[in-house]
Each structure stands twice: as C-alpha cells, then as structure tokens.
C-alpha cells in the first residue's frame, strides 16, 4: 500500500536517483492540497452514514428497476449488499485521499472484484453511478466546508469507476 510519498521514493530509489525538480513538484502539489484532503477525510467520516443512504436513495431513483422483481437490489439480503457495497467504496475513496495514491483502491478493493460482480450478475454500470453520485455528495459537503478547488476528490472515484467499468480485451 503506498501514499504519494512513498511512491515517490521507491520509483526514485528504483533507478537510484535523488530526488528531482520533478518529484519536488509533486511533493509540493501533494503537501499543498493537505489541508483540504484532511478535511475531506473529515467530512467524509462525521457523514458516511448519510452518504451511503441518500446515494442509495438516489441511485434506486434513477434506476427503479434494480429494485424490482429479477433487479439487484431486490430482497432485503441484496439491498443490504448494495449498501454495504456503497459504504466500502466510501470508505476505501477517503484512505485513498488522505494516501494522495490509488494504490489502496487497488490492492483492497479491486482485485477481482469485476469478476466477482460478473459471476454473481451484480451490474456494473448501475454500481459505477452509485459511486459517482457519492462522489459528487462529497464534493458539495466539502466545498461547503470551504474548501474552493475540490477537483482532487475526483481521483479516488474516478479510478474506481475506470477500473471497474474496464472491458476485458
Ligand atoms: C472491501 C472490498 C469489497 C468489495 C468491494 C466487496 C464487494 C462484494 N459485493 C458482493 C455482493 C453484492 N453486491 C451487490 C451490489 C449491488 N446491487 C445493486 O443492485 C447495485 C447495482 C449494487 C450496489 C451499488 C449485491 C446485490 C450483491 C449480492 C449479490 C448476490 O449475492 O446475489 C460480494 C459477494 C459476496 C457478498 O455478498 O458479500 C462482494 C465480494 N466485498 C469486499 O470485501
């Protein structure tokens, strides 16, 4: 599992250079954005709970078929699936933001989780809505905890909706 920092050194370490104008830039980007990753982490925390129901609630609005006889988040068993599912990406996007790194998403979430949700006929596409309406949730509540460039929540998100939604070659 590695943070902006520690990727740096062992890419660094890797071809046995010192550290240069390159990675600095990058380390500054990374401290400079800290604050603002820290209160996402924050606010992410003190409203998970809430996140996860009303993205939820969103995502069964768009698509009321998933709830509906043959749809994937019918029965309660399922339902609560989803959520729990919902509440892993949550969680796992906001290590990845105080990480400045996906390298978590890949290692806890990821790995064959396409396959997983193949296999059980979960479908992609509504999922990948679930986590991008989340993603928009967090960029509102953060912006409205002052934070003005919420652009670096995208990362997280985003890389998990690509790798999932990936088509197989
Ligand atoms: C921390 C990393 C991690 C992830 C990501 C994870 C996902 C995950 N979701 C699963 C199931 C599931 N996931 C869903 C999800 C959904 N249903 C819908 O309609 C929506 C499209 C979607 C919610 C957005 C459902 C319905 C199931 C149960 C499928 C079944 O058993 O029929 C399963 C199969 C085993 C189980 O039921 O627990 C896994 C492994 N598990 C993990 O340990």
């Not at 290692?107 to 992609?124: A, F, K």
Request: glycine letters at 8%; charged letters at 25%; one cysteine or more.
């Amino acid at each position: 599992m590695r943070d902006v920092i520690t990727n740096l050194i062992k890419n660094y370490d890797g071809i046995g250079r010192y550290l240069d104008r390159n990675a600095m830039d990058s380390l500054k980007s990374y401290f400079e954005t800290g604050t603002a990753r820290v209160v996402a982490a924050t606010t992410i925390n003190a409203n998970a709970a809430s996140i996860v129901k009303q993205g939820g609630l969103q995502l069964f609005e768009e698509v009321p078929e998933l709830l509906r006889p043959g749809g994937y988040a019918y029965t309660t068993r399922r339902y609560a699936a989803c959520l729990r599912d919902m509440d892993y990406y949550l969680r796992y996007a906001s290590y990845a933001l105080v990480a400045g790194n996906t390298d978590v998403l890949d290692e806890r979430v990821l790995q064959g989780l396409r396959e997983t949700y193949n296999s059980l006929g979960v479908p992609i596409a509504p999922t990948v809505r679930g986590i991008q309406i989340m993603k928009d949730m967090v960029k509102n509540m953060v912006k409205e905890a002052g934070i003005e460039d919420t652009s670096f929540i995208d990362q997280p998100f985003d890389h998990m909706t690509r790798e999932l939604s990936e088509q197989d070659i």
